[in-house]
């Protein structure tokens, strides 16, 4: 969202999301009846033109999965929500900028990926996930989780969290995303050849790590390349 002065206002100054679109109720979508292509067109123009069911669509249709970019890039955050909430405001003030409809799905990545990186750096600047134990990290929303597979993520975003924030935001998109390669170069905004330098960097730095981590030795094992 951009001030007066027409800066990009920081990402630590809370906004709160448009009353128009905090507002909304879930309802059945109006566009089930069109095939994906023309919904999406027609979502986008909705979208363009500021109305309130393809705010809501936008919502309901692709909430889940701005979540799961986050939570997959951060492990759970105690900020989730709010970032969810700062994925869709910064969305929403730049629909003009949807160039094909149906790449509507990878520009609400882009927004998320570079949310995610800079919450990351200002994690990091407070030194927060480094001085945190296992203890008082965010439980992730699985009551049911065996304590193995618990200390195995605690462990395994503990790991994470000692890569370089491109590092990380890389091996995330790629293995636990489960991202192509030119995804995770378009969406951290660089070139093939400097994706595959940085996921492979992010492996030999994650493996060394996790292998001395007696809560992650049992999950190592080959990955895709």
């Known amino acids: 969202m951009l001030s007066r002065e027409g800066r990009e206002r920081p990402f630590t100054q809370r906004r709160s999301m448009p009353a128009s679109v905090r507002k909304l109720q ?17 979502l986008v123009r909705g979208l363009q033109a ?9 919502l ?9 970019v986050l939570t997959r890039s951060l492990g759970r955050h105690s900020e989730l929500e709010d970032l969810v909430q700062e994925v869709f405001i910064r ?6 900028q949807i160039e094909e409809p149906s790449g509507l799905r990878s520009w609400l990545a882009a927004f ?8 990351l750096r200002k994690q990091r600047r407070r030194r927060w ?37 491109d590092l990380r935001i890389a091996f995330a998109l790629r293995w636990v995303e489960g991202m192509e390669l ?11 050849a400097t994706a595959k330098r940085r ?4 492996r030999e730095r994650f493996e060394a790590l996790a292998a001395k981590n007696p809560f992650l030795q049992d999950w190592l094992g080959e990955r895709e390349p």
């Open 91 to 96: 969305a929403l003030c730049r629909v003009d």
């Open 182 to 192: 030119t995804e995770v170069a378009a969406l951290t905004d660089v070139s093939l």
């Open 199 to 202: 996921l492979k960097s992010a």
């Open 50 to 58: 500021e109305k309130a069911w393809a705010q809501r669509a936008l």
């Open 112 to 119: 998320a990926v570079f949310v995610a990186r800079e919450a």
């Open 129 to 165: 996930l480094s001085s945190s134990a296992p203890g008082e990290l965010p439980e992730p929303a699985a009551p049911t989780a065996s304590p193995e597979l618990m200390n195995a993520y605690h462990a395994f975003y503990a790991v994470l969290g000692k890569l370089d924030v």
């Open 60 to 68: 309901e249709d692709h909430g889940s999965y701005v979540e799961r």
């Open 26 to 42: 879930p309802a059945p979508s109006a566009l089930a009846i069109l095939d994906e292509s023309a919904e999406l067109e027609q």
